[in-house]
DNA sequence: AAAGTGGTCAACCGCTCAGCT
DNA sequence: AAGCTGAGCGGTTGACCACTT
């Protein structure tokens, strides 16, 4: 359909940012508020496209950026959220106060790729990297309908795809509890490269959350249970109209670090529900009807 | 000391999406 | 319904710097 472009490029300065830009910018918003980028650069005096002003402001000007080495707890909180939300950098940003996009982006491909690496974990997987091959063969089968099998059979395979990946997924993302015990451990096995099932002692995610010995660490991934087969059932009715897939994101919070002497910041639960495959993604209704509750433990869960 | 190499990160590019007309 | 526009996102680039040879 072809753009107008979103600026006079000739006009317009590339490149590192000035002081006296930084400044025009800084004042300008501060006068005016954020918003409509586009007009912005010629109201503020600046020689530069809208979206630059943008990115600067957001990236690197913002007052409420935390700037500085990321600490350890902050690469843990990337690595789940990443293990969770894939390449979503937007939506990982948006759980760490301080951080944007652009610089967790950065960090991970700089950094923690490197420190997953180093623990014998794939870093787009988040499994171990002996079993790599194999998991992406499996993912990418998934991710793709075989057009050997039924549509009835393609369809289930999908829905369940999340449940199967789940036990080990989950078990390298939570947080070990001891019963009656502020000790925690994260992770399920102190050994990356050791199986993560065999050393758990946990085989299907059914014995993971009865016992609570496994307790979330912030965050969850899967389908409240009274509506996976509602789901399901939506699903084979939806597959005349193209091939999809659900994914539900449940996200619970709650504090890493609860020995911390920092304040600990318990948020609203959110739930993150996606239809990925769909026209337009729709949060999930069944969750907006689920009642919440919090914890002992000071988490925030939908039942 | 100079050249080469690799790491870091700010900035840019191209694209999608949602809202408006 | 279709087209246009602004905003936002993720991937990529390139300048800069530190370290090594």
């Not at 080495?69 to 902050?74: A, I, M, Q, T």
């Not at 293990?83 to 951080?99: E, V």
């Not at 065999?198 to 993971?208: A, F, K, N, Q, R």
């Amino acid at each position: 359909m072809g753009r107008s472009p979103c600026c006079e490029k000739e006009h317009t300065n590339k490149g590192a940012w000035t002081k006296e830009e930084d400044e025009r910018l800084i004042n300008y918003i501060k006068a005016h508020g954020e918003g409509c980028w586009r007009s912005l650069p010629k109201a503020a005096g600046l020689l530069r496209c809208g979206k630059s002003c943008r990115l600067r402001w957001i990236n690197y000007l913002r007052p409420d950026l935390k700037r500085g080495n990321f600490s350890d707890e902050e690469d843990e909180l990337i690595i789940n959220l990443h293990s969770l939300l894939g390449n979503k950098w937007s939506l990982i940003a948006a759980r760490i106060p301080g951080r944007t996009d652009n610089e967790i982006k950065n960090y991970w491909n700089t950094h923690i790729k490197r420190k997953l690496f180093s623990r014998g974990i794939d870093p787009q997987t988040h499994r171990p990297l002996k079993s790599t091959t194999t998991t992406n063969s499996t993912n990418n089968k998934n991710s793709r309908l075989d057009t050997k099998r039924s549509p009835d059979f393609q369809l289930e395979e999908q829905n369940y795809s999340f449940l199967q990946v789940q036990p080990e997924f989950m078990i390298s993302h939570m947080i070990k509890k001891e019963n009656n015990s502020s000790i925690i451990k994260v992770g399920g096995s102190s050994d990356s490269t050791e199986d993560s099932n065999s050393s758990s002692g946990v085989t299907t995610e059914l014995e993971v959350y009865p016992d609570h010995k496994l307790v979330n660490l912030e965050l969850s991934i899967g389908l409240p249970c009274e509506s996976l087969v509602s789901s399901i059932n939506n699903l084979k009715q939806a597959k005349q109209q193209e091939q999809e897939e659900v994914v539900t994101h449940q996200l619970f919070e709650t504090s890493t670090t609860p020995t911390s002497s920092a304040p600990v910041s318990v948020h609203e639960a959110a739930c993150l529900c996606y239809k990925l495959g769909f026209k337009n993604s729709q949060a999930c209704s069944s969750c907006n009807a689920m009642e919440k509750t919090v914890t002992s433990d000071n988490l925030h869960r939908f039942y």
